[in-house]
């Protein structure tokens, strides 16, 4: 099916929330994002419907659909798989044509990618399983100070003096903010604090690639603008965040989804 009635899908399967987005023409039809719930094919399924329907569109007019992410095989329909590097680059690339650096800062993992001139990958590197480069270590910060994970990055963006950690674990930098708050350090310090330790170990995965302008931060991590003004700060330039950073890959797939046809 092609023409201006074709719809194409794009489906992240991440660890901790599935996305899927439409588009048509290379524009932006409809998307929907839901906590996997450790449920990949149902909650999967779930979300691709709840696309068409937002668009108002029938199965029948789908005319490719493109899945990606930690749980790509779950998908419970018929799916070119795409690994999620590439269609974070395809999608770093839709909100910011000259992108040549991509981050993307997920749930279990931070990714960084090198792109050629033409958008493609040139390059890549993963973050060791550690929490403390990944979003996970700021869940569990908004769990030990009892906040909103929407509430991390505008309280950080109040300290005045960040706290330094004295170590780079996630688990050890657990136990000591509760000593630090035990001691009067006040959160949005502490928040800071974690922001900057978060951001020198995505400078240094990002380094070793020999990153070049425009640098895009996507994902999870993306959302959290105290995060993104540390790592900002730890790569001395200014990053680019696309408006819904954790659709970033959905969207790269069903742009590759659309373009893969005839």
Known sequence: MSGAHACFAGV??????????????????ASEMRP?????????????????????????????????????????????SVSDISCLARGCRFHFPAARTVIDIGGQFTKAAKLNPQGRVADFLISEKCAAGSGRFLQVMARILQIEWEAIGPLSLKSKTPVEFSTNCAVFAESETVSRLAEGARPEDLLAGVHRAMAAKVAMLVKRLKMEPVVVLTG???????????????????????ETPRLTAALGAACLAEESQP
């Open 12 to 29: 992240d399967i991440g660890s901790a929330f599935i996305k899927a987005v439409l588009v048509s023409r290379q524009k932006i039809r």
């Open 36 to 80: 996997s719930g450790g449920h990949y094919k149902e909650t999967a399924g779930g979300v691709l419907e709840a696309a068409l329907s937002r668009a108002g569109v029938n199965r029948e007019r789908l005319a490719g659909i493109v899945v990606t992410g930690v749980g790509a095989e779950s998908a419970p329909f018929t799916a070119r």
């Open 220 to 242: 999870g991590g993306a959302e959290d603008a105290g995060l993104v003004r540390a790592v900002s700060e730890a790569l001395g330039l200014e990053v680019s965040v696309p």
